[in-house]
C-alpha cells in the first residue's frame, strides 16, 4: 500500500485495505486472460476457461436469423487448389479445426465455412483477395474472434481469412514511441513489448489475450483506457489495407501529422472488414506510467456514482486514467461464476478508478485529498486501494471479468450503448420491471467515465419472446436519449440492422455508396456492418 497521508474517515479506508485485500489475495484463485495457442483456435479465452468447452452445439446463424445467402460461388476443388499455390500448406479444411472459428466467442452464431486461410504476408493477402474477387468468393476475415456483435465469424460459407500467422513486429521508436507491426499481433503481446521498452499500449480490454490489433482497429475498439488515451481514431497513425480487388493500399505512415487530402485510413477504422482487410498498423503509444494506483470503492447509490466521478475528475485532474463502474448483480455473478470475491462490503454500486502519473507521491497526495472527501462525504462507503501490479491486477479482474461471468450464467442478451452519464443506469432500472423473471439477471456495468453503458441480460436459454421485449425497445430507448446503439462493439452481425437508430437516412445511404466503390461485389464481410437491403 501507499502510505497515504489521510486523516478522519480515510483512515478507516486504510485500514479496510490492509486487511480486507490481504484475506482476499490468499483466499482466492485468480486467472488472467491468456492465449489459447493454436490455429484460429478455440482461441478466444477472456479468462481463464474457454467459453467453448462447455455449452452444447451453437444453433446456425442461418438458421435463428432472417437472412439469405448471396449468390457468391461456392469453393471449388480448383478454387482449393489455386489457394493452396497462393499460401502452401495453410489452407485448412479439416471439419474439426474449423469448428471453433466458425463460431463467435459467445456462442451465439455459427457459420458454416469449409476453408480458412493463414497468410503470412500482406502479399498473400492482396493475391488471396484478387484471386476471391475474380472468382466472386466472399470472405470473412477473422483476427482473434472476440468480438461481441458475431463480425468476426461467416454467416454462411464465406472463406475464413486469419490473420494468426501475421505476428510480426515491423518497427518501434523508441523516442516517439511509434509501434508498426502486422495486423496479427495479440494485443498482449505487443503490450509486453513496448512496456519492456517502458512505453504502453494506447487501449486495453479484457480480450487482450486473444484478440488481434488488426481485429481491434477494424472493430474500433474502445476498451478500459479510453478515458485516458481516446480513440483509435487518433492514435492510430497509419494503416495498410488490402481492398477488395487485392490492390494494397500502403498508409503506413508513422508521422503525427499529415494533412494531404483526405485521411484515408480513418475509413477502415470501425469498418469491420467490409471495406478491406487492415494488414498492418502504426500506432502512436504513450509513455508507460511510472505512478499506477487503482481503487475499488462501494458507492449507496448511482446518484452517488456520479457525484463521485465529479469529484474525481476535479481532484484528480489529469492522473485519472479510468473510471470504471459496475452493479451489484456484476458482483454477485463474478463471485458465483469465477469465485472472485469483492475486497469491499456489500454495496450497491461499485466503482474502480484508476491513476496513471509519473509521480507517486503527487499522486497519492492527490488521491488522499479525493477518498477523504468521498468517504467523509458519504458518497462512497467502502474503498480498498492497490499500488503493486499483482494487486492492481486482482482488482481490475473483477471488472474485466464481467464478460465473461455473464456468458457462464446462461444465453446473453448484450447492448453497448453510449447515453447521457446522467441517464446511464436508468434504461437498467426500468428493464428490470419490464422483463420481469422472464430475465435471470439485468445488469448494467462500463465504461462510465465514456458515457458508456454495457447493459446485459441473461436468460437460461435463446428466447425469442424475451429478445422481442429487449428489442426494439432498448434502441427506441436509446434513441430518445439521442444515444448511440453501439459504443465500442460496432455492428457485426447482429446490430447491422439498428444503425438507423443512430444514424440518418443520409450517412447509411453514403455507407452503402462507399462500400460499392470500394467492394462493388460485396465479397468482404458480407452480412455485417450496413443493414440488410430491401
Ligand atoms: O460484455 C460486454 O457487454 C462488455 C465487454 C467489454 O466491452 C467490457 O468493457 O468489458
Ligand atoms: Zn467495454
Not at 507491426?181 to 494506447?202: D, H, K, W
Not at 446473453?412 to 428490470?432: C, F, G, H
Not at 446503439?485 to 437516412?505: I, M, N, Q, T, W
Amino acid at each position: 500500500m501507499v502510505p497515504l497521508l489521510v486523516r478522519g474517515p480515510a483512515w478507516l479506508f486504510q485500514w479496510r485495505a490492509a486487511c480486507t485485500l490481504g484475506a482476499f489475495v490468499q483466499q482466492r484463485t485468480w486467472a488472467g486472460a491468456s492465449r489459447i495457442p493454436g490455429l484460429g483456435g478455440p482461441l478466444v479465452q477472456r479468462g481463464s476457461s474457454s467459453a467453448s468447452s462447455r455449452a452444447p452445439e451453437v444453433v446456425l446463424t442461418q438458421e435463428r436469423y432472417p437472412v439469405r445467402r448471396l449468390p457468391f460461388a461456392q469453393v471449388s476443388e480448383d478454387d482449393l487448389a489455386a489457394l493452396e499455390r497462393i499460401v502452401p500448406g495453410r489452407v485448412i479444411t479439416d471439419p474439426e479445426e474449423l469448428e471453433a472459428p466458425n463460431v463467435d466467442w459467445l456462442r451465439t452464431v455459427r457459420g458454416s465455412s469449409k476453408v480458412l486461410l493463414r497468410p503470412r504476408t500482406s502479399q498473400e493477402v492482396a493475391h488471396i483477395l484478387r484471386y476471391c474477387h475474380e472468382r466472386n468468393l466472399a470472405v470473412s476475415p477473422q483476427g482473434g474472434n472476440t468480438g461481441m456483435v458475431g463480425g468476426s465469424v461467416p454467416v454462411f460459407d464465406e472463406i475464413i481469412l486469419s490473420t494468426t500467422l501475421m505476428n510480426q513486429v515491423m518497427s518501434f521508436h523508441d523516442v516517439s514511441g511509434v509501434l508498426v507491426c502486422q495486423a496479427g499481433c495479440i494485443l498482449e503481446e505487443l503490450g509486453r513489448y513496448v512496456e519492456e521498452r517502458g512505453f504502453l499500449m494506447p487501449l486495453d480490454l479484457g480480450a487482450k489475450g486473444s484478440c488481434h490489433i488488426g481485429g481491434n482497429v477494424a472493430t474500433n475498439a474502445g476498451g478500459l483506457r479510453f478515458l485516458r488515451y481516446g480513440s483509435l481514431r487518433g492514435t492510430v497513425l497509419g494503416l495498410e489495407v488490402v481492398l477488395a480487388d487485392g490492390t494494397i493500399l500502403n498508409c503506413l505512415t508513422s508521422l503525427r501529422k499529415d494533412n494531404t487530402g483526405y485521411d484515408l485510413k480513418q475509413l477502415f477504422i470501425g469498418s469491420e472488414g467490409t471495406l478491406g482487410v487492415i494488414t498492418a498498423v502504426s500506432i502512436l503509444c504513450p509513455p508507460k506510467p511510472s505512478a499506477v494506483n487503482v481503487a475499488f470503492l462501494g458507492c449507496p447509490g448511482f446518484a452517488e456514482v456520479l457525484q463521485t466521478f465529479s469529484t474525481c475528475r476535479q481532484k484528480l485532474g489529469e492522473i485519472l486514467s479510468a473510471f470504471e463502474f459496475m452493479d451489484a448483480e456484476c458482483m454477485k455473478l463474478v463471485e458465483l461464476h469465477l469465485r472472485l470475491a469483492s475486497p469491499v462490503r456489500e454495496s450497491p454500486f461499485y466503482v474502480l478508478i484508476e491513476t496513471s502519473g509519473s509521480g507517486a507521491g503527487h499522486d497519492a497526495e492527490k488521491l488522499s485529498a479525493f477518498l477523504e472527501q468521498v468517504l467523509g462525504s458519504g458518497l462512497v462507503t467502502d474503498g480498498t486501494l492497490a499500488t503493486d501490479q499483482r494487486r492492481i491486477k486482482m482488482l481490475w479482474a473483477l471488472r474485466e471479468r464481467i464478460t465473461e461471468a455473464l456468458s457462464r450464467d446462461g444465453y446473453v442478451y448484450k447492448y453497448d450503448l453510449s447515453l447521457p452519464v446522467e441517464r446511464l443506469y436508468d434504461l437498467v432500472l426500468d428493464l428490470r420491471t419490464r422483463l420481469g423473471p422472464r430475465a435471470k439477471h439485468v445488469v448494467g456495468y462500463g465504461h462510465l467515465g465514456d458515457g458508456n453503458l454495457h447493459l446485459n441480460v441473461t436468460a437460461e436459454a435463446f428466447n425469442a419472446s424475451l429478445l422481442g421485449a429487449l428489442e426494439p425497445y432498448v434502441y427506441e430507448w436509446t434513441a430518445r436519449q439521442r444515444g448511440s446503439v453501439s459504443a465500442e462493439h460496432g455492428l457485426g452481425f447482429k446490430k447491422r440492422d439498428v444503425l438507423c437508430y443512430s444514424k440518418p437516412p443520409e450517412a447509411l445511404q453514403l455507407m452503402q455508396q462507399l462500400k460499392a466503390l470500394l467492394d462493388p461485389k460485396g465479397i468482404l464481410n458480407p452480412y455485417k456492418t450496413l443493414p440488410t437491403r430491401a
